[in-house]
């Protein structure tokens, strides 16, 4: 678990790196997005087993199975999830949620610029793109919900919370922010879910966070404790 958290900071430091130098080169360019979308596929084991790794996983005695994110219910990994989420993979794309929106392929071609809206927590599922919109900068962002089409249109806002850890399960968005319903910001933040068009909203926890994550149907989270 340390060794695939250690891939995705790399992965998304390298990235961020990329979108900051402006002054690269189209060959640079080209080989760094290669390299980082290698480290991503590796961590989520979407690279292909070798008969090598086939016939080792065969022999072990603990069951295995090759899993690709776009055939979960998740819109993306908890490792990158933790780590707010810049990066997600779907249906053959790498999408890219950093000083705006972009989408390509995972060998870098077919780059796309699908929209100036971007945000933290970046979620892709058949439903679409989902995000804590940051689009405002560091003191300007509204940090509610955003969902859009995979092409960047038919953008829509699902709610008016100040919204973070975002995790989109099925056809459920579950997130942080601040209890009752609150509009403010708040140091201390409830566990939330909605439907995907963002209706049916309700507050399932009333204790205050700091992390969750979701494993086929159960919640688990971490308590934020107060001291005297």
């Known amino acids: 678990m340390k060794n695939d958290q250690l ?37 989520c084991n979407l690279v292909p087993n070798t008969d090598e790794n086939i016939q080792q ?32 993979y779907y249906d053959g794309c790498v999408y890219v949620s950093y000083g705006s929106t972009f989408k390509m392929k995972p060998d870098g071609s077919q780059r796309q610029h699908i929209s100036d809206r971007w945000g933290d927590y970046i979620n892709v599922t058949s439903e679409g793109i989902f995000f804590s919109d940051r689009s405002g900068g560091y003191r300007g962002s509204s940090f509610i919900i955003v969902r859009m089409n995979h092409d960047g249109t038919n953008i829509q806002q699902l709610n008016r919370q100040f919204s973070h850890r975002l995790t989109v399960k099925d056809d459920w968005v579950f997130y942080t922010a ?45 308590l934020k404790l107060r001291t005297c």
């Open 7 to 43: 891939q995705n900071d790399a992965l998304l430091l390298m990235i961020i790196s990329h979108f900051e130098r402006r002054k690269m080169t189209n060959k640079i360019w080209k080989y760094t997005i290669i390299l980082c979308v290698a480290i991503f596929l590796m961590n």
């Open 57 to 88: 996983n065969n022999e072990s005695s603990l069951p295995s199975q090759n899993v690709t994110l776009s055939n979960t219910p998740y819109g993306n990994s908890i490792s990158n999830l933790v780590n707010c989420a810049k990066v997600a």
């Open 178 to 222: 601040p209890p009752d319903f609150s509009l403010d910001t708040s140091p201390d933040s409830v566990l939330y879910r909605m439907k995907t068009d963002g209706s049916q909203c309700v507050q399932i926890c009333n204790h205050p966070i700091s992390r969750f994550l979701i494993v086929n149907d159960e919640i688990f989270y971490l």
